[in-house]
């Protein structure tokens, strides 16, 4: 398999974030890790293995990122609209390095699909919702996508609302919301076994599912069983499935 790593300066940040793509031709895939993940942190749980023969058979590119949660939602010591702020300055490295790194390594433009586990699958959801011309499909697996209950102290302003899917989604109307119907599609799954409930992961995915359906945004909603856990085995398994038929 090909693998290649690449540092990318972002602006917005001051520093440089990592990107390993793994692949020769495909569908581009882009995979955020967990809360405060590295890159390398996918290949390192197995993730890459998982899909290793959609990888070489040449249907998938998968570009894995490094996360900025430790500056942003993940640092209690900042009230929730800077921890919204920052978060947004990681956004401008996704979609105004990273993108067109992978567009550039593609040969062209092509719509890239997001994906990641637990609070990757929160980054996965935002990003094609805010940013569905660049990525307009994810796969999110585990997420939780309200930051409030989970992050939260000080008061919530527009950065805040607008990085929050709960919030925002509930809130869509007309020409942005008819935009949206016809351009995304979200795949959201979750499991109902340990720490699915005391994350809050099975409960935000149906809650935001619930949204899609109620706005008529393009979505499936997939809960796995009650042994399905929060947690890696079960997260290779979700994402070998679904890139087998979104691919």
Known sequence: MRRRSIDLWSPAIGSSGTVIAYGHWGRPVLAFPAEAGRAGDLEAHGMVDA???????????LYCVDSYDSRSW???EIPLEERA??????????????????????????????TGPSMGAF???NTTLRRGHVFPQALCLSGNYDMSGLYGWGERGDAFYFHNPIDYVGGLHGDRLQWLRGQVHLVLVVGQGMWEDTTGAEASTRRLAGLLAEKGIPHELDVWGHDVAHDWPWWRRQLAHHLHRLT
Do not use: F, M, N
Request: charge should be negative; charged fraction near 30%; glycine fraction near 6%.
């Open 51 to 61: 899909v290793a023969d959609l990888i070489d058979a040449g249907r998938v590119k």
């Open 74 to 76: 993940s640092d209690r």
């Open 85 to 114: 702020r920052r978060h947004d300055a990681y956004e401008s490295w996704v979609v105004d390095q990273v993108a067109p790194w992978i567009h550039e390594d593609c040969g062209g433009p092509l719509p890239i699909l997001t």
């Open 123 to 125: 980054h996965a959801a």
